[in-house]
């Protein structure tokens, strides 16, 4: 007999006495109201044998008063969060009454040890793990986790421009977390990788255009993206002016470009027509585009990165007046 839908309403409540009238069963829910714990733990702190506990556990199962999720070999149960309001009633009037006894109390200061051991385990770890944690985290893990959190801000409502797109690597990124995605280049070549990259994808539109004069309708986005284009073109002040036209009032833009920098070679190589730029010009032509609240400071360099540090920047529109 489960709690959940019961329909006798007698057996019901039977049901429900039946679940709290064994004092282990009454420690065991004041356990799990409290948090989530494994059987070898709730045989500890209870210092009673995994058969006995197991067997109280079942019959809660049974009647709904706990769930458990599998982790590993392992299960870890909780109370559970759908109990019939008459049942949570009955639960509240068996906690009161039974708060003061002394077992209970003895049940809490070992509750606390285990939850600080768990702590205690994480922060040995941690302590140890300091100096080679960036190494394990990408090696455990990849590298492309923090951006995906960082996406995972967006606006699903957004539409996005990602001006100077190239290949399609950030439009197919952004394109999950946004409404819809609008790329701009001027090269057919990068559009036509961009379309095979994102073709899976059905909210990103790809135009041929240049940035100086983009082929999109004004304050048609939400925010544009600006990553590693500005130093390609002419008119990094038009760009910029442009992007602010495509913009929404309090819309966003995130620029990210290369730190001047005087390695002439790389710059021919990369066939830049800028090396670079000072984050405060950045600042200065944000704001004379037409955006607020400019900021630009230099990114930490990646590990293994060989070209020119770069810059992150980011401005509003300015709300209409």
């Given amino acids: ?24 069963r ?11 714990l494994g059987v070898a733990e709730l045989c500890e702190i209870l210092q009673l044998p995994q058969s006995t506990v197991s067997r109280h556990l079942k019959l809660l199962s049974d009647q709904g008063w706990t769930a458990a999720e599998r982790q590993g070999p392992n299960r870890r149960y909780r109370m559970a969060e759908e109990v019939e309001a008459g049942a949570r009633r009955l639960w509240r009037l068996a906690r009161e009454e039974s708060g003061a006894w002394a077992t209970l109390e003895h049940d809490r200061l070992r509750l606390e040890r285990r939850l600080r051991e768990r702590q ?8 140890g793990a300091a100096a080679d ?35 399609g690597t950030l439009a197919a990124a952004v394109a999950p977390f946004v409404l819809r995605v609008v790329g701009v280049d001027q090269s057919e070549e990068m ?22 004069a983009l082929p999109i309708e004004q304050a048609s986005c939400d925010a544009a993206l600006l990553v590693l284009a500005l130093g390609w073109v002419d008119d990094p002040a038009r760009v910029l002016a442009e992007a602010a036209r495509i913009v929404r009032p309090g819309g966003r833009l995130a620029l990210v470009d290369a730190v001047l920098h005087a390695d002439d070679a790389f710059q021919r190589r ?24 400019a900021r630009c400071c230099p990114l930490p360099p990646e ?13 509003r529109r300015p709300a209409e007046r």
């Fill in 1 to 24: 007999m489960r709690i959940e839908g019961a329909k006798a309403r007698p057996d019901s409540l039977l049901g429900w006495m039946e679940g709290l009238s064994d004092p282990t």
């Fill in 26 to 36: 009454l420690r065991l829910l004041h356990l799990l109201e409290k948090t989530e």
């Fill in 120 to 127: 205690s385990s994480a922060e040995r770890f941690f302590a």
């Fill in 133 to 167: 944690w960036d190494r394990l985290r990408a090696e455990w893990y990849g590298a492309r986790f923090g951006q995906a959190a960082l996406l995972a801000l967006s606006d699903p409502a957004w539409t996005v421009a990602d001006l100077g797109c190239g290949t």
């Fill in 191 to 212: 559009l036509r990788a961009a379309r095979a990259r994102t073709s899976a994808a059905g909210n990103v539109e790809l135009r041929r255009g240049a940035l100086e």
């Fill in 270 to 293: 990369a066939g830049q027509v800028w090396p670079g730029f000072e984050t405060s010009r950045v600042e200065s032509m944000l704001g004379a585009a037409g955006w607020a609240d």
């Fill in 303 to 315: 590990p293994g990165a060989r070209g020119p540090a770069l810059l992150l920047a980011r401005a």
